[in-house]
C-alpha cells in the first residue's frame, strides 16, 4: 500500500498542475463560491519617544556661569544633532519600507484583480448555463456535457502547464552548468 502511496506522490510531484487543476475542478463541484474579504493590515505601532515632553534644561530663578553656559549648549547641540539623524534615518527606513509596500501592493493587486478576472468569467458563464438550463434552453444532459467541456479544458490547462515546466527544466538541464 505504501508503494501506491509513494508512486501517486510521486505522480503529484512530476504534475503539479494537473494536480492542481484536478483538485480545482473537484472543488469547484463540491463547494459553492464564497466572497472573499481582504482584512486591512493595522499600521506599526510608533515608539512614544518622541511624544514625550521635554524637561526645562533651567529654571528662572537659577544661574549659571559661562562655562556651564557653553557646556550646556554644547551637550544641547550634541543632542538636537544626535535626535535629528535618529529620525532622518527612520524616516528613510520608513520610506524605504513604504516603496516596497507598495510595490508587493501593486503586484499583488493586478494579480488578484487577474483572478477575480477569471473568476467572474467562470461564475459568469456558469451561472449563464445554469439559468439556460433552468429555464428550459438546455436539458441537464447538454449541461453535464458543457461541464464536463469545462473540466476538460481546465485539465488540459494543467497539463499545458506542467509540460511547459518540465520544458524549461529539461532545456536548463541540457544547457549545461552556467559559467
Known sequence: MKDKIDLFLSWIAHNRATAMAAAAILALTAVSCTALSVKKPSPPALSSDWRTAPQPLLTT???VTVDEYDR????LELEFSN???DITNQVTRLTTVRN????????DAASYDRRLAIIDQVVSTVGGLATTAATGGISPTGLVSVGLGLAGLLFGYGRHKDAARKD???????SGPSN
Do not use: D, F, N
Request: glycine residues 0%; proline residues 0%; positive net charge.
Open 100 to 107: 516596497q509596500a507598495a510595490k508587493i501592493i501593486e503586484h
Open 83 to 85: 535626535a535629528y539623524s
Open 168 to 174: 524549461a527544466v529539461i532545456t536548463q538541464l541540457k
Open 61 to 63: 530663578a537659577e544661574r
Open 72 to 75: 550646556r549648549v554644547l551637550a
